[in-house]
């Protein structure tokens, strides 16, 4: 009897710190739950993919429907394509083989992917910190505006969030092998994530040693690889996305320059001289991207005002100018201009914590990817939609910012009680 008495009571303080360890997470997942099941019911109830999501189900549809991976745009029939990258696509094809062309089963898939970023986030800032960072991290990813509203469209930006979620999440582990895969899933599921590599595997060369760094690069880029393959085969060259030329001409031409802004290159008159090009995706994506470079070498002063001009939507100094842009990435404006505020606040204090505990070489990580997304953005396209993993950064720096004041004011009453003794 004593023998089980003992051992009942070792097991109750291990029993205790796993339940608590749970329920903080089941807490911040049925937050998160509760709110996006709100949002999408009570903000978007008649959401309908538009723009960018209107291509991903039109590529999901006809990988679900045998075609392949093909689209009508930006041709005028159905066609292989590489404008978007296929990671999101064929997922949201299975989706669509088993339930139909349903858009409610895509926003479905797009909750659950939330979700899971916030899972992985949590368990990331618990490593890194201790359980009321995680609690705050997570609670705050669970109830962020910006976030909430992503994780009820057909966009890449729920399942990228949670592939880097899991690759931060991975390192932090020093699992590498998993990280390399981790990192070639998002470079397949977001475009701005191409060159994520390059930064990763000096993180790994730093922390891990080159034999590990250059182990990171041959696995990403194995799993990459048949995605490039496939493009040479059916389009005739080994590229990534022929969406590198559309972005790059739209920001940087004299069209761009004129209007002071993004412009279309398909919609836009001034580039009637690439239609024909448009029927070869491959020989339009580079004959756009010459164009683009070409004219900023002939006009290098164009690009401080498309790094300030892109900084001021993607900060939200000026909020009436993405309203185009978040209108067709399904977000409710109302709702938007209701709690623009929060962006501010989380901003602000995510960024004190990343830099008051930068000496961790996981927090470091995790602020330069930050930073490496901000970066793309600035100097190509900034819809605040794709602001998301900076925005993930953000609020896993609340949730250090809060431990850091938390262990200060702990060491100054700590002081005061060791003075007055």
Wanted: aromatic share 10%.
């Amino acid at each position: 009897m004593m023998l089980s008495t003992v051992g009942s009571e070792v097991d109750a303080p291990i029993h205790r710190a796993w339940w608590s360890r749970w329920r903080d997470l089941l807490a911040v997942l049925g937050v998160a739950l509760v709110a996006r099941v709100l949002y999408w019911v009570l903000v978007t109830p008649n959401y309908t993919p538009e723009s960018d999501a209107a291509q991903y189900v039109d590529l999901a549809r006809n990988i679900a429907a045998g075609r392949g991976y093909a689209m009508l745009f930006p041709q005028l029939e159905v066609h292989a394509t590489a404008f978007r990258p296929p990671g999101y696509p064929y997922l949201l094809a299975g989706v669509f083989k088993i339930f139909g062309v349903n858009i409610a089963a895509g926003r479905v898939l797009s909750l659950v992917c939330g979700l899971v970023a916030i899972v992985l986030v949590y368990l990331l800032v618990r490593r890194i910190s201790t359980p009321i960072a995680a609690l705050v991290a997570g609670g705050v990813m669970a109830l962020y505006p910006p976030l909430l509203a992503n994780d009820t469209v057909l966009l890449t930006e729920s399942v990228s969030l949670a592939l880097l979620a899991g690759l931060l999440l991975a390192l932090a582990a020093r699992r590498w092998p998993v990280a390399a895969v981790v990192c070639g899933l998002l470079i397949l599921t977001r475009a701005s994530a191409q060159y994520l590599i390059i930064l990763l595997a000096l993180w790994v060369l730093w922390q891990l040693g080159w034999k590990r760094a250059l182990g990171f690069l041959a696995i990403a880029a194995a799993v990459v690889s048949p995605w490039f393959i496939r493009n040479q085969i059916q389009l005739g060259s080994a590229l990534y996305v022929t969406s590198n030329g559309f972005n790059l001409a739209g920001t940087y031409s004299p069209a761009a320059r004129q209007e002071q802004r993004f412009v279309d290159p398909v919609l836009d008159d001034r580039f009637e001289q690439f239609r024909l090009a448009q029927f070869d995706e491959a020989s339009w994506q580079n004959q756009l991207q010459a164009f683009a470079i070409a004219d900023i070498r002939a006009h290098p002063g164009q690009v401080p005002g498309v790094l300030w001009r892109n900084a001021q939507h993607l900060f939200e100094f000026t909020p009436q100018f993405n309203e185009w842009a978040e209108n067709a990435d399904g977000r409710n404006l109302d709702f938007r201009g209701a709690t623009l505020w929060t962006f501010y606040i989380v901003t602000a204090v995510g960024i004190l914590g990343l830099v008051v505990a930068r000496r961790d070489p996981v927090v470091a990580l995790v602020a330069a990817v930050g930073l490496y997304f901000v970066l793309g953005s600035l100097v190509l396209v900034s819809p605040p939609r794709l602001r998301s993993p900076f925005d993930m950064c953000c609020c896993i720096g609340v949730g250090l910012a809060v431990q850091w004041a938390m262990s200060r004011r702990d060491l100054r009453l700590g002081t005061g009680r060791a003075v007055s003794a």
